[in-house]
Nanobody, 120 residues
Framework: QVQLVESGGGLAQAGGSLRLSCAAS????????MAWYRQLPGKRRELVTS???????WYESSVTGRFTISRDNAKNTVYLQMNYLKPDDTAVYYC??????????????WGQGTQVTVSS
């Protein structure tokens, strides 16, 4: 079993920066991808960025060039550096660990979420 604990959310002004952290406890495997999602009230949770154990990254187009995901495998921690924040980035951000299975459907683990609010 894996538990994910996020930290670092809060309030920022437009153009500012925040850094989110997500610490994973339990056994982490090299097949585990990690990601950050965000969700607005009444909206579907959407993928923002992801990173493989080996460091390959993917970014949603609206955050490309502004957000950077990284992970420290020795610490079982993933980070999200958010720069040039916009009011549209306001959401609850969730850390995710996706454990690949031979069946093709991953097992997903989620953090509790951290609020990010960007004022204009």
């Amino acid at each position: 079993q894996v538990q994910l604990v996020e930290s670092g959310g809060g309030l920022a002004q437009a153009g500012g920066s925040l850094r989110l952290s997500c610490a994973a406890s339990g056994t982490i495997f090299s097949i585990d991808d990690m990601a950050w999602y965000r969700q607005l009230p009444g909206k579907r949770r959407e993928l923002v960025t992801s990173i493989t154990y080996g460091g390959k990254t993917w970014y949603e187009s609206s955050v490309t060039g502004r957000f950077t995901i990284s992970r420290d495998n020795a610490k079982n921690t993933v980070y999200l550096q958010m720069n040039y924040l916009k009011p549209d980035d306001t959401a609850v951000y969730y850390c995710n660990l996706a454990r690949q299975q031979s069946s093709g459907s991953p097992i997903n683990f989620w953090g509790q979420g951290t609020q990010v609010t960007v004022s204009s």
